[in-house]
């Protein structure tokens, strides 16, 4: 039997229209967000992760409760690395408030974490057979892989120091290397100042069981233990090229990003052929 997966978006997917969509449907999550970010991170999202991640997520639940009260029915759930946490929202594990206090809270230690690191940074390799390549870009220059987002996606992790002869080895694998505008190695043990202040946070909240499968995109399985898969993705890698062949091997056959942005629709369409992929105002247009 075909199965609907829903996707959540992570950092990068932020658009210009996200703070007035949250006001018109949610205007309580943008109080909430003055009051756990410090600032209106809708303002500020392009002043680092800090603000962008609760931004994001604000506008990923509306954007889920959209759809939802449209008549979507998700049979399996999933997030790119922040997204994990409004995933885990969709399935009411937890509610949207304490969603967005750790997204909050991740959003600031990760930023923090960054800066007191100095020089971590990210590089993206794209270019054909990025995923099979990627080890050999990264382990000679002590470089980790962050995100395997495609097959012809990869985001390596790691000192910009090293980016340069990163860069020449990549040119010579026949992949092109870009850095990425952002303060901190996410997804790598650069981010291991983050995780004692992250779990402290977890252990206040209160999860339930799922009413929806939420497939983690650490271990590219159903969640086990909630607080320590999404501690993990503090240090560990986004395997989301995995998580969507996994989806799709699991009967998967349809996709729908939730928004806001596109990203994750142009991830499933390079990883699995022969499903549909839809983005939150594709499908709200077909259903009009």
Not at 14 to 23: K, L, S
Not at 83 to 97: D, F, H, K, P, T
Request: hydrophobic share 45%; with cysteine; glycine share 10%.
């Amino acid at each position: 039997m075909s199965k609907t997966a829903v996707l959540f978006p992570g950092q990068g997917s932020q658009t210009p229209d996200m703070r007035d969509a949250v006001a018109a449907r949610r205007p309580d999550l943008i109080e909430r967000a003055l009051e756990v970010v410090g600032d209106d991170p809708f303002l500020r999202v392009e002043d680092g992760t800090r603000f962008a991640q609760p931004a994001i997520y604000c506008a990923s639940i509306v954007a889920w409760e959209r759809l939802r009260d449209s008549g979507l029915r998700a049979d399996v759930v999933a997030g790119h690395s922040l997204g994990e946490v409004a995933a885990l929202v969709a399935a009411e594990v937890i509610s949207a408030e304490d969603g967005l206090t750790l997204v909050a809270t991740r959003g600031r230690l990760m930023q923090e974490s960054g800066e007191r690191a100095g020089d971590g940074s990210m590089l993206a390799l794209l270019g054909t057979g990025a995923a099979e390549r990627a080890a050999q870009v990264a382990e000679p220059h002590g470089l980790t892989v962050a995100n395997d987002n495609a097959p012809n996606q990869v985001v390596l992790s790691g000192g910009r120091a090293a980016f340069g002869a990163a860069t020449a080895t990549a040119k010579g694998l026949g992949l092109r290397a870009v850095p990425l505008p952002v303060t901190g190695a996410f997804h790598s043990p650069y981010m291991a100042e983050a995780v004692p202040e992250f779990t402290a946070a977890l252990a206040q909240i209160e999860f339930a069981q799922p009413t929806t499968a939420v497939v983690s995109s650490v271990t590219t399985q159903p969640f086990d233990d909630v607080a320590a898969r999404l501690a993990d993705a503090l240090t560990m890698p986004v395997r989301w090229r995995e998580t969507i062949v996994a989806l799709h091997d699991g009967g998967a056959s349809r996709f729908v990003e939730t928004g806001p942005g596109k990203v994750l629709t142009g991830l499933v369409r390079r990883t699995v052929t022969d499903v549909e992929a839809l983005t939150a105002e594709q499908l709200e247009a077909a259903n009009a």
